[in-house]
């Protein structure tokens, strides 16, 4: 019995001790990284394609690319296929669903794994990647190739470049993504919706090309008795949700996440962001559909579908959905409309997609056959290939092609997009700062707790210390 | 064996026993066993207790760099973390409570035999053999305020005006813990009929003449129930609620599966943040194992409490 107690006591006193020692840091709130998950956002290891030495094998036959378990990867698939027959080198998109495929890549890759050649990986992790030395540096190849200037400069930015603004490049633009809206013309071109709208409001029910004019529709058709809401919008909390939905209003608004030199503090918690969330939050109040707390694609498009809503919020990669008549009964009076402008016309949109990196692992053989495939897989046909499967290519001259923007309904709006959208952080640290970020939004959004205010300084404050613990900022 | 039996074993016996002792057979279906629970329990365990006091990132492609007590520390001076595990006492406490109060009564309804009484008793017992994230995921379209059932069996038709229960609303108006509670109740409709099995049980194994002689006496069925059922009951009650609290620390689908540890972080329960921490893209292995320790120490302190009374209990009985 006294052994016992001598066992609890230690483990007390040791827990005490540990509560008394020194923290990490003294300004609250705190949710202190110790463990820094790789290099800071500066100069990464480089890791070029003519990298030796891994020992050489035969000529490759075949190469494996991994993704998400979703329709693009099969429309990949199919493109792997053409690559075949031009080359007789088999491309084989390994797929894993969206709920595991980031733990089954990192995990993969902390082992130095090289069961795959490529990866379409999310744009977040372009950081890691680079940092940690799982991507080959594609700068020099790619500008060899001329392929930096063949895709759109923002999607080389966000979903191959890193760190921003450096030049340095690890992925090939791929499968390019954005927040768009989905609406039910039926509703909007109805005549005596268009009437009562003109009514009430003084001008005409149309796309909305400012977000006032969203909030303005959203409330016309908020009609809880005719079980008729006017938004879905995103709301999620589990991992990135909320924060993506609210970035299409706060960088609209002219706001952003962070200075050039990483500070963040002044700059979540500006004027302009602090509007921005409260327009969000008014949008929820008003007019989300109830029960659409926790929403994110599949909610939004279920609520779209089940005639709840006359518009909804959903990236243009969940669009074919809609356009269906197979998922959707109102595909037929479907319309899409890219995000419209803040207060001050800024129109931007937050980032989807992912880009196709090559893993440094393999062999220089295999690096190089994959650095073969991306050269063919950017030229312009093969990309206006890639679209007409629903792939939605990032390629500059593609994106504007009257056989694009026709290939779809949605595909006018995603073209327009892909011309303004932006990105949450990339860096290593991103999900320590996603995580202040999902807390406080949805506290304030969906609980309405606090002011937005509150929940914007609070984000600043705790991202700041994340921040601070990994060295990103002094 | 002495010399003697063995002079009279016949030649097959003293072939066979060439082969395999017993005590050989024994250790060929154990020690695979074993292995295998060394390997994937017992390594695991000192291992992640070593990670505990490091800052490995499984994902950094860096050896464990020794930094003592700092995970520790952080952790106890973290004021969300602290929050967590409030907000998960909360919810064992409710959940605990309510399963023990809905599974007691469960037990006591079905004690006696009755027509139908085994088809309603499997009935009952429904809920705890399907998966928790099933249950997450379909209570959520249950508690739906347009369409949901719930809102609805409690009279409710208006969406506007109706709880909202996941978004802790009420009319529109916030109502912190609301959330919390929804997931309290979907806990206690899945494992209170687990505390009727243990319950029910211990309601079976009361011998007859106990009650025969408190109705001699003309004892109230309050003064029955409170003197002799509960008393004798009380053991397999006990380790029901140790389970129970045991699980509701644990507690990781359900929270998932409903609001993601939302609205805010109203239902953020500790292992949902252990989660975020060791993986969800941070891969704070070390920070992630700290915590885990911690929690282990706080459900073994619980438990110990639990089993003090138990003994005692048994002891008394």
Redesign the interface.
Known sequence: MFKKYAF?LT?IM??V???C????TTA???????????VVATEPPAVVATEPPVVAGPAVKELTILWAQWSPADYLQQIGALYEQATGIKVTVVQEPWGSF??RF??A??A?GTEWDMVVGDS?WIG?GAT??YYVDLTDFMKANGIDKSVTPATLQYYGEYPTGSGKYYGFPTEGDADGWAYRKDLFEDPANMAAFKTKYGYDLAVPTTWAQLMDIAKFFTK?DK?MNGVAIYT????DAITMGFENVMFSYGAKWQNPDNTVEGVVNSQASIDALQYYRDLY?CCQ???L??AFYTETNDAFIGG?VAMTMNYFAFFPALANPSTNPFADVTGYFANPAGPTGVRKAALGGQGLSVISFVSPERQQAALDFIKWFAQEDIQAKWAALGGYTCNANVLKTEAFLKATPYNPAFSETMTFVMDFWNIPT???L??PSQ??L???V????GTAKEALDSIAAEQTTALKSDGVIP | MSASESEFKSPSTKVRQRHLSNSAIVNLFIWPTLLLLIMMNVFPLFYSLYLGFTNYSAIAQKAPVWVAFQNFSNILNDKNLWQYFATTGRYALMSVSLQVLVGFGLAMLVREKFKGGGILTTLILIPMMISPVVVGLFWKLMYNPTFGFFNALLGFSDPSRSPDWLASRLAGQPVPGLALFAVVIVDVWMWAPFVMLLVLSGLKAIPDYLYEAAAVDRASSWFQFWRITLPQVAPLLLIAVLFRTIEAFKSFDLVMGMTGGGPGVQTELISVDLYRIAFLGQFRTGMGSALAYIILIIIIAISNLYIKYLNQSKGEG
């Not at chain 1, 020692?21 to 990490?24: H, I, Q, Y």
């Not at chain 1, 609250?28 to 790789?38: F, R």
């Not at chain 1, 969906?446 to 707790?449: F, R």
């Open positions: 609890a483990i040791v827990m001790l540990s509560a020692g020194p923290a990490a609250p709130p705190a949710v202190v990284a110790t463990e820094p998950p790789a980031g733990d990192n995990v890759m902390a130095g977040q890691q940690a030395g809880p079980s999620q909390k589990d991992y109040d559909a109830p029960g707390n926790n709840q991103y999900a320590a996603l995580t807390n406080y949805s506290a304030f969906v609980g309405g707790q």
